[in-house]
């Protein structure tokens, strides 16, 4: 299976790599849009700023290889957020995959700090990337924007609200969490994730 990490001006690249050499599987990290849509299987990562990151996408012509992508496609993080219509950060326009905004937290009570930041649980969860076992399982997150609930979210947490932990619409899937970060949980989603 041959399975294509993006490489874009975004970090957390390399620990989606060691991930999937820890689930057996060698990806490729590329921006040639010939290998990208030849793939198996498209890994979109992110950790940075959504507007400078998508005038990066903008300028090397990857938005439109990503929204052209025909194959299983995840997004992670940043990238999940890069799928959605606009983004508060930095008022960025963005890929416009899933129909809805990205958001700031603003904490309600002194408690609520902004990054959220650690493990919380997955509720409500959807077939797809998801089985009913990882239902209020821990994963990691690291955001200071989330995307709210809506008729694409496949998973939810609640941090100050709730909020969606993931997504999916057709070949698109998203996760707000890093599973690459998430222990024996996110090895059975980026698992689940390969088998789709």
């Known amino acids: 299976m041959d399975v294509a990490i993006i490489k874009y001006n975004a970090g957390n690249i390399y620990s989606v790599d060691y991930a999937l050499k820890r689930l057996g599987v060698t990806p490729i990290i590329t921006a040639d849009p010939e290998l990208l849509n030849k793939a198996d ?12 990151t998508m005038e990066y996408l903008r ?8 929204l052209n992508l025909k194959q299983p496609v995840l997004g992670i993080c940043l990238g999940m957020q890069l799928m959605c219509m606009r983004s508060e950060e930095g008022n960025a326009d963005c890929l416009g995959i899933f129909p809805t905004e990205v958001k700031r937290f603003i904490p309600r009570k002194h408690e609520d700090k902004v990054p959220h930041m650690g493990w919380n649980t997955l509720t409500n969860v959807k077939s797809g990337l998801f089985n009913e ?4 399982k821990f994963v990691y997150f690291v955001h200071s924007y989330y995307v709210p609930v809506n008729e ?12 969606s932990a993931a997504l999916h619409k057709d070949n698109f899937y998203a996760t707000q969490f890093h599973p690459e970060k998430s222990g024996s949980v996110g090895e059975v989603i980026l698992k689940n994730f390969l088998k789709i």
């Open 152 to 163: 694409y979210t496949a998973a939810t947490t609640d941090y100050i609200l709730p909020f």
């Open 41 to 52: 299987k498209v890994i979109f990562p992110g950790v940075g700023e959504a507007f400078t």
């Open 59 to 66: 300028e090397h012509k990857l938005d439109q290889v990503i």
């Open 133 to 136: 076992r990882l239902e209020n």
